[in-house]
Structure formats: C-alpha cells, structure tokens
C-alpha cells in the first residue's frame, strides 16, 4: 500500500488533466465522479511509477469499494439523460473527442512512455487508433439498430429495438492504454449507457482519467464517465464492489486469465453479463511456400512491438523445415539488432518492461527453459536497466513441453521457434482456405496486422450472449520494425 497522504489540499476542484509534467515533477490525481475530481474516500493516493527509471510519475487517488459506490450513483443519476440523448447531439461529443486527442497527441504520446514505458513507435499507433476508435464509435451512433419481427397477426408488425444495459462497468488494461482503455469505454457511452470504470493501477492516467479528460473536453456531461483509481493492494476489493453493484449492469475486462476467470465468476454470482479479453498463446505459422522475407517481418513485429507485452504476440513460430535454414538466420540477425532501451528515445523498439514483476517472471522463464535444454539463438533473459525491467529479445528454439515456457503466455521480449513437417493437402487452394477456418482460434491473420473484433474460442475471449466469433483477415503486408 502507498503511503497515505492528505489529497485534499494537492487534487485540482475540477478534472482537467493539467499537462504533463517534466521529469521530476509529480501529477496528482484524484478520482472522477460525477464530473469532479474527488479525493479518495480513504484520504490516501497511490503511486503510479515509471517503468524505466522508477521514478514516481503520477500519484493518484486510492480509491475503494465506498467510492465505486459513489462512482455508481453518480452513473445511475446520469443516465435518464444521456441515454434519450438525441443521437446527432451524442455523435457530436465523439467527433470532437476525436479532434481533441489528436491536438493532445504529443502530450499522450510522452506520458505513455513515462507511464508504461512504450515507445514512440507503438505509442503513434496507440494514438491514431484511439482517435480511429472515437469516429467509429460516434458512427456508430447514427447506425440504424433494431428490426422487424414477423407477426401471425394481419396488419400488425413487431419490432426488436436495442437499447442501453444503464451502468457499465470498465476495467481497462496498461498494455495498450490508448487503444484498450477507449475501446472499454466508447460503444458503451456512444450508445447511450453511463460508465464507472476502473483503469489499472500501472496506467491509471493513459488507460483512464486522460481519456476521460478528453471527453469532457469535448462536451461528455457530468457524471456519464466516472473513473475510480486504486492502489495494487486494494484491486481485488474494488473490483468486486463494481461487479456487485446492482446499479452496474454488465462488465468487461481485458487482462489476464486468471483474474478474467474471477470476474467472469463473480459476475455469474451477480446474474450479469461479463466481456472478457484475456490471454493468449499465440502462434505464427509459416507454410512451406511463404515467403522468407515477409514471415520475418510478420515475426519480428509479431514477437517485438511493445515489447511482447500484448495479448496477440507471437509467443511461438511454427515453421516447416524445409524454411527454417532461410528463415532462422535472417530472423535472428533481425532481431539482435532490434534497440532496447529508454523509451524516451526515438530510435527505442524495445522498451522496459511494465513492472519488475514481469521483468523476473519472463527472465524466469528463459532460464528455465535454457537450464533444461533449450537453445537461446539471441539474448539470455539477463535483467537490465536502471530500474531492473530491460530484457533484451530472447529467441529460443529446441523447447519442449517439460519447460514452463512452452505453455506459458510470455507477455515479453521473447518468442519460441519450433521448425516442424507438415503438409498442406492436396487441393493447396481449397486446403488452404478450409484449413484456416477449421483452425481453434479467437482471431486468424493471413499476411497481415490483424485488427479484429474479439469474441474467439476457448479461454482466450469469453463474450456474454451469441458474437461473431473469430475474425480472418488477408491481403496485406506487415509492418516492419527494424533496428
């Protein structure tokens, strides 16, 4: 637990992000409820540390389960309005929002950096994605939703309209700030519901109360949006007084499986439904005709942006034998030249990890792996930086299922190479297209950067009522990352 400390005096009167500020200097936050910013009802903040240098670069308020119950009531009072709303006037506050990140887009892009340690490279994409996010949910408002339903009786007609659950609630991740927190929060309101949403204790600014800030710059009313920000050590108790809350209705989450397994129970407890993205084990399969050059791009980018930290990266690659001699050196020189270091840099691929945590249990893992056997083709899990979370991008190869890294989601620098035999059957062109559908997968990408829309199979991602499930996408390119 952070130390506890007065907030009334340090926290603004209204929630307005005030910049951010140089290194050294400290933000301070409180929560958002009902369109103000609040102290905690404990009195006490949290710190929110850079990951890189370990310095403290936000302090934010503590919140608890009494303040998710102001938070609710705050969302509960702001509903009847928003949701009849008109939908013009709604879609309007979603473009604006949009206009007003991209004027923000220096400031967010620093404080993803001193927050979560990305570097420019991914923080850009987190930004334009953002921004792409708002103006598809501000379309999506004036979308036409409902249907005509037959009916036995003559003359009469039956109709099905959608309309908003009431209070969502939000739990938003560090690994993707931008993306991740505005996609928990922007269907949700665009479509007339209020929202309390919880952001993670590693980036409760960029996948929280910025994004919040910037929707009430464009106009988002009162209490619509409210954000409650926590220590680590009182997670658990937070979460559960949202999930239980009758005022809450439903709840998504992206995260981790094993705490997506205790929300999605508790949720069940609750009789409310629960959208869970969690993770994932996730491999790149290279067939026998591809094409060396490009299965090197797709991988390193695959395997290295973000540093490993995303629920799509490639965990493994699985390649035929008859590519690996092309493939295996190419990638690996690829690799090793990949720069690691301080994400302030603009030449930084590979940045910090998000805590020392992740940093000892990914370096865990490699050497568990290189004590029983496995090759290590580039880096050694060695733990750097001035904070003990740079590991520099480990390629293994050689793994078998007696090492932890076999069947454990890496979440970092790292990724397996297992060359294997396999054939496509005859028919190559059927077989192909058949195949890829017949594969167990929550998402599939053919030659491309994937941006589906979740809901897949398994324990991957767990949707509350009928979605489409997976998403295949083909055609394009991958990006390239490069040193």
């Excluded at 709840?251 to 993770?279: C, D, W, Y």
């Excluded at 060695?382 to 069947?407: Q, S, Y």
């Excluded at 058949?434 to 324990?459: A, D, F, S």
Aim: with cysteine; charged share 20%.
């Amino acid at each position: 637990m952070s130390e506890a400390r007065n907030a009334d005096a340090q926290i603004p009167a209204e929630a307005v992000m005030p910049g951010i500020p140089p290194r050294g200097d400290v933000l301070e936050r409180g929560l958002l409820i009902g369109g103000k910013s609040v102290p905690a009802s404990s009195g006490k903040l949290a710190d929110d540390v850079s990951p890189w240098d370990g310095e403290i670069y936000a302090r934010v308020a503590a919140g608890t389960p009494a303040d998710i119950t102001r938070a609710a009531d705050a969302a509960e009072a702001a509903f009847p309005a928003w949701s009849t709303m008109g939908a013009f006037e709604r879609r309007e506050i979603f473009l604006k929002a949009a206009d007003v990140m991209a004027g923000r887009g220096e400031e967010a892009i620093v404080a993803l950096a001193r927050e979560t340690g990305a570097s420019r490279l991914f923080s850009e994409f987190n930004l334009a994605f953002c921004i792409q996010v708002l103006r598809e949910a501000a379309a999506a408002i004036t979308r036409p939703m409902g249907e005509l339903l037959p009916t036995s009786i003559p003359g009469a007609y039956s109709m099905a309209q959608r309309i908003p659950f009431g209070v969502v609630g939000a739990i938003s991740p560090w690994n993707a700030p931008l993306v991740l927190g505005i996609r928990s929060i922007a269907i949700p309101l665009a479509v007339g519901n209020t929202v309390v949403m919880k952001p993670s204790e590693d980036a409760p600014i960029t996948c929280g109360l910025l994004l919040a800030d910037v929707l009430a710059e464009a106009g988002l009313p009162a209490g619509v949006l409210n954000v409650v920000t926590n220590d680590l050590a009182d997670a658990g108790d937070v979460v559960a007084a949202l999930v239980a809350d009758p005022r809450v209705r439903m709840v998504n989450f992206t995260g981790s499986t094993n705490v997506g397994r205790i929300i999605g129970v508790q949720a069940a407890q609750h009789l409310k439904p629960a959208v869970l993205e969690l993770g994932g084990k996730n491999p790149l399969i290279i067939l026998e005709d591809a094409d060396p050059d490009l299965a090197v791009d797709a991988a390193v980018f695959g395997a290295f942006v973000n540093s490993g930290q995303l629920c799509m990266s490639t965990d493994r690659i699985i390649i035929h034998n008859s590519l690996a001699e092309a493939f295996i050196p190419k990638y690996v020189e690829r690799v090793r030249a990949l720069p690691a270091g301080d994400p302030a840099d603009p030449a930084t691929i590979v940045g910090p990890l998000i805590n020392t945590r992740g940093a000892q249990r990914i370096s865990k893992l490699v050497k568990d792996a290189a004590a029983k056997g496995a090759s290590l083709l580039t880096g050694d899990g060695a733990i750097e930086g001035p904070n003990g979370t740079l590991i520099r991008p480990v390629v293994l190869t050689g793994v078998t299922t007696d090492m932890d890294v076999f069947a454990s989601e890496i979440f970092g620098p790292a990724t397996v190479i297992h060359p294997g035999q396999y054939r496509v059957p005859p028919g190559r062109r059927y077989a192909q297209r058949t195949g890829r559908r017949q594969l167990r997968r929550g998402c599939l990408g053919v030659r491309r950067i994937l941006r589906p829309r979740y809901g897949g199979v398994r324990r991957g991602d767990v949707a509350a009522g009928p979605r489409r499930r997976g998403t295949l996408t083909c055609g394009t390119a991958p990006a390239k990352l490069t040193g």
